[in-house]
DNA sequence: TAGATTGTTAATCGATTAACAATC
DNA sequence: TAGATTGTTAATCGATTAACAATC
């Protein structure tokens, strides 16, 4: 049956790339889209948007195509956006306050609760009218109030420790922005955004661009 | 022979991060490695990284393993990071600016050389010691001023026309922080930080974390 | 119904892992 | 030299693409 079964971090990994190209369909008042028509829009064979699809059910029907507005409703569902998601900031350094107005600004379900750093100099600011509180009341603070997501904004040498603090205090998620590789719980989910090595793979494809 | 022919997408991420675990290495005082004890530390398998390694040339010696601080050198260098890149951050919001402390304190080689927003209370502001540019001045800085790598931190519905300005501007590569897919020449490389997608794709896993 | 397009199986392609001869 | 470990070929695994019967 459809659905079960494991499905791959590729599959996953373009997931939002369907649901924001559905998105701008649905404003561009398109009721309906066949597998190749959304091919030649995303890039992706026709083959593959209908394998990947498939993982998770018979969106489409044949003859007519997806609908786009339930296949967006689908996928929103399927990437777990029909909740929100209560999140905390760790280092409150440019990143984490960019982050910070980022998704209060920008990603409605995403609500960043509390801000935490060790700088004396930043707590007690308010940031989108969340106060930066200080690191050392981190774990009282989760004991306290459950939190869905962590996101780590702290230098490399901290983030292992935070990670702990935030898995002992219960977090579903963890959002790393060090530049570290961290060892967590497999019961927690882990996406890591590493800024340096994207920068240095940018690097690469510039030094080889005539092969 | 080694080092001719495409050298897989999948490969090239993985540098950054040989890289980055040599440096521990090389900073503890480890002389030598053998992909075995790599493998442990890092989490590939001995067999990847020697297949690995092995696309760019034959760096390590049998029965002795890879000598650290030379495999860095050599990781450096195909990463194109034995040289600088000169760069220009498009959007001063709070991810630009971010961006802009981050390059300057963190990542020597990588230089922010200008800075431009559309904003008038922005414009002006300086940044590290970089004045902030009014964006209609783009253009002629760009003929002016020999740029290796473009930053994109607007909102998704100025960044194909930034990009555009960018690659006529002979910029050599982008690095897209907009949450949207750019087209650009494929004389000019493109790397693309989603966090909108990577955020997701945390959603669904913690959505699904107990399957 | 006829035409279009899906869902799904089979074929292909590419990437990872295993194995081992080469060699330091 | 004997032991260790690479470089490289072969085997396996997984992901993508092609093909087509099912069906709207």
Redesign the interface.
Known sequence: MRGSG?ISKAV??R???Y??YLDDLMKRGVDRISSNELSNLI?YTASQIRQDLNNFGGFGQQGYGYNVKALHTEISR????D?D?KMIIVGC???G???A???HY??AG?IVCGMFDINPRLVGLKINDIEVMDYSALDDYLEKTPI??GIICTNKGSAQEVAEKLVAGKV??I?NFA???LTVSD?V?L?N?????????????????DE
Request: avoid cysteine; aromatic fraction near 12%.
């Open positions: 494991k996953i990994k997931l939002p790339r649901r924001r890039g399927i990437l777990g956006l909740r998601y350094g440019n990143l306050q960019a982050l107005n980022y998704t920008y990603k995403f869905d997501i579903k998620g959002w530049t570290v590789d019961e989910a996406e955004v590493h800024l340096s090595d994207s920068l240095q793979s940018l690097a690469y494809y510039i030094s080889h661009r």
